[in-house]
């Protein structure tokens, strides 16, 4: 199922003005009150999925970020990824961004739950540090 939205406004004055479940009744909203003189700028009227089915075999999508400082303190974060088309998103594949005092690990994974996401996450990124010879300092 899908809604049509009519928002307002750019930037920090962005928003929903409106919902439609047809587009016809938000371009007929559009037309009769998009007057610039007296009621600002409308935008476009966006189309979205509604009730969309994010899983794949009963598991969900999570992006899991894993940061590890020199100093030793490691941060797990864990999002769902609640997004119908996830075919432009790569799956298992660890990325890493360093920085002067910390190495971050991102990988999006199929898991039951945020838990799980971050246990496969984890073990994914030993296996890639174990394939790159990853420098000890930061484990």
């Keep these: 199922m899908k809604v049509f939205i009519v928002t307002k406004g750019t930037y920090s004055d962005y928003r929903i003005e409106t919902?439609?479940?047809?587009?016809?009744?938000?371009?007929?909203?559009?037309?009769?009150?998009?007057?610039?003189?007296?009621?600002?700028?409308?935008?476009?009227?966006?189309?979205?999925?509604?009730?969309?089915?994010?899983?794949q075999n009963g598991l969900s999508g999570y992006a899991t970020i894993i940061t590890r400082y020199q100093k030793g303190e490691t941060y797990t974060r864990v999002y769902l990824l609640a997004i119908e088309n996830t075919s432009n998103i790569d799956f298992n594949i660890v990325s890493e961004v360093k920085s002067s005092n910390s190495i971050t690990y991102i990988v999006n994974i199929w898991a039951e739950d945020q838990q799980h996401a971050?246990?496969?996450?984890?073990?994914?990124?030993?296996?890639?540090?174990?394939?790159?010879?990853?420098?000890?300092?930061?484990?």
């Design 19 to 55: 919902v439609f479940s047809t587009k016809e009744k938000a371009e007929e909203y559009l037309r009769k009150s998009a007057d610039k003189e007296f009621d600002g700028e409308y935008n476009e009227v966006e189309e979205y999925e509604i009730d969309v089915d994010y899983t």
């Design 118 to 139: 971050a246990k496969i996450a984890s073990e994914l990124i030993a296996q890639y540090k174990a394939e790159q010879n990853h420098p000890k300092c930061l484990e």
